[in-house]
């Protein structure tokens, strides 16, 4: 297969643009007598606060870390940066499908790291960024860069939080009325997918996958049969997710993919190995061998039109599930065949998609550069220096 690099255009970076801006700034203050300076004391107008529109599909949201809190808002299609959402350390984000609210899962401390905590969903205008409400809930697991520990189900109604205290469990959270319903017992499942008229669905260490029945009173909970070992060939807990056709694409450490049909009763496929897909010899988890891996914080995008998968890859031996991407294939799932290789001059830690037609790439370098890619030519549109970060989410519909 023929190996292709990624190249395109080399627009200023994010650096560069504020470097030339400063300049040019200064130059026209020299060039301005002192009485008429700027009032320092005035606002900015370049600075003042502005209404965006609802969250749109060329939209990604960066989640930024430990060192700069929150989740910067960026528009593929322009390189700029829109906004942030605020978030603690540890917290998780999902927007709201009728794009009125982002809600962000959090805890927090009184003083710091200590003092009394407090778990809640904060609830932020999606217009003007500004705090509209917080609804407390009992509990939360702190664990960052997840996308399934807090999805929204039943078209914005319901949210789910996973939840560790003390045990294994999920908060199910009425946004339309901001109240915290209840609490169901999962015993050792995690990784929340939303089943429309039915609840959830999570994946388990038993290497099944747990079906919740939410509506009645005492949450009817159902398994499959074990499809995956938990110890031996886990699964990434970042995998792709369809809600239009409830379906979901599971990928393993050594690189067996999955797909399911989500519902009362799910069903699972027969797994298929990605590197033979590729035409290369499959991997294996016995030490000291040499193999391409799927690996990253966030190793797998899935773009719902097209049926396509971008998976990191790397090589290495197993357990290196955490290395970078060195390479991005682009995997078609119901073809089950790597229909193209991109090498990364930046190896990556993060993939997303944009769920649009003409969908952008986003990687996060290990550099701390944030790429933009047209997914169909790779052509690199954007190159925003000390932009990236944790996950990255886009708008799903």
């Known amino acids: 297969m023929k190996m292709m690099k990624v190249q395109g255009k080399s627009p200023l970076s994010a650096r560069a643009r504020y470097t030339a801006a400063a300049v040019s700034a200064l130059a026209l203050l020299g060039s301005v007598p002192a009485a008429h300076a700027a009032d320092p004391l005035q606002p900015d107008p370049e600075l003042e606060a502005v209404t965006l529109s609802a969250p749109k599909p060329s939209w990604v949201f960066v989640e930024r870390g430990f060192v700069v809190p929150g989740n910067s808002i960026y528009d593929t299609e322009t390189g700029k940066m829109l906004g942030m959402v605020e978030a603690s350390t540890l917290s998780d984000l999902s927007i709201d499908p009728a794009g009125k609210a982002y809600y962000v899962s959090e805890s927090i401390w009184t003083k710091g790291w200590r003092g009394t905590r407090q778990d809640m969903i904060t609830v932020y205008d999606s217009a003007t960024l500004k705090l509209k409400t917080e609804i407390a809930i009992p509990g939360r697991i702190l664990i960052g860069g997840r996308k399934f520990n807090f999805v929204i189900a039943d078209e914005g109604k319901t949210a789910y939080v996973y939840n560790l205290d003390p045990a294994s469990s999920v908060n199910v959270v009425d946004l339309a009325k901001g109240k915290f319903v209840k609490k169901i017992e999962l ?163 993060a993939v997303a998609v944009t769920q649009e037609p003409n969908a952008k790439l986003i990687l996060s370098g290990e550099s701390g550069t944030l790429h933009i890619l047209d997914a169909k030519t790779f052509e690199e549109k954007f190159k925003l220096e000390k932009s990236a970060g944790g996950v990255l989410r886009t708008l799903e519909p």
């Not at 499942?189 to 429309?196: D, F, G, N, Q, R």
Request: glycine share 10%; proline share 7%.
């Open 187 to 349: 015993p050792g499942c995690a990784s929340l997918m939303p089943v429309t008229g039915v609840g959830f669905s999570a994946l388990c260490s038993d290497g099944s996958l747990a079906t919740v029945k939410t509506a009645a009173a005492k949450p009817e909970i159902t398994r499959s049969a074990p499809f995956f070992s938990a110890t031996n060939d886990p699964i990434f807990d970042n995998f792709g997710y369809d809600g239009a056709k409830q379906t979901a694409v599971f990928l393993t450490y050594t690189g067996q993919v999955y797909t399911a049909k989500l519902g009362a009763t799910p069903t699972i496929s027969e797994p298929f190995s990605i590197q033979a897909a590729a035409g290369v010899s499959p991997a294996d988890t016995k030490p000291l061998d040499v193999h391409w891996y799927p690996g990253a914080r966030q190793g797998l995008a899935y773009h719902l039109g097209t049926g396509h998968a971008f998976v990191l890859m790397h090589t290495g031996e197993y357990w290196t599930h955490k290395e970078s991407g060195t390479e991005l294939w682009e995997l078609d799932v119901a073809a089950k065949k790597v229909v193209k290789r991109i090498p990364l001059e930046d190896p990556a830690s």
